[in-house]
């Protein structure tokens, strides 16, 4: 009797989880993604990749590989984490990922995930909303949607009018040599542990019409080494 009232509350969850979703994305549109998810464990991605109008449960990670093309419009993802950092998004060397309209957030509001962009040739983030980004060591700061760079010449990186919260930091640009250009604006960022946006190596940037509210150990913007026409 008991597994069956725990096994009628999880399709139960699950359920509402797809309404949920539906409802606060979704128009009725028809779903599509070339290289859908299974459903259980990973998911990883290669070469080219549309989704539009999907939603999923992540058990595992996933994983966008290195060189892949790949745009999320109107996705729903949440990760199914079992403590912080059990899961990661994450996209690998020279790839270029393009999300608009889609919301990224954890099942249970209180575990993250680690949402990590390495050396990316485009990452566009626009109109989505991002929430519970983090990861296993929630005292670094350095933590949240977080771009990595060893190079930062010639890579489109914009953040524009999103709606990121309750997590560890909110954007988080981390250089280990080279500097990048990004445009970031018209984003709100709310309840972060950390920093709401912080700029590692950041130079002739658009860092503008940003909001920050409830940012509880450190501040808004923080900045190191940021150069050359920055907002």
Known sequence: ?????????AVFWFLALQVHFTGAVFTGAVGSCS???????????????????????????????????????????AFNTSYNGSNVLNILYAAEFTVENSRLVSLNPALRYYFQINEPTVFKLTNSEVAHAG?????????????????????????????????????????????????????????????GLALNQVANSTIEGNVFDNIREHRGIMCSGCRYNLF
């Open 135 to 195: 990861n296993q060591d929630d005292k670094s700061p350095g933590r949240g949607i977080e771009i990595i760079f060893t190079d930062g010449a010639n890579k489109q990186v914009q953040l524009v009018g999103n709606y990121i919260h309750d997590g560890a930091s909110g954007i988080v640009f981390s250089s280990y040599g080279g500097t990048i250009q990004a445009y970031v604006a018209n984003n709100t960022i709310k309840n972060m542990e950390f920093n």
């Open 1 to 9: 009797m008991k597994l069956f009232f725990t096994a009628f509350f």
């Open 35 to 77: 290289q859908p998810y299974s459903g259980y464990g990973n998911w990883y991605i290669s070469g080219n990749q549309t989704c539009e109008n999907v939603s999923y449960v992540i058990q595992g990670n996933v994983t966008i590989e290195g060189n892949s093309k790949v745009l999320w419009r109107n996705v729903s993802l």
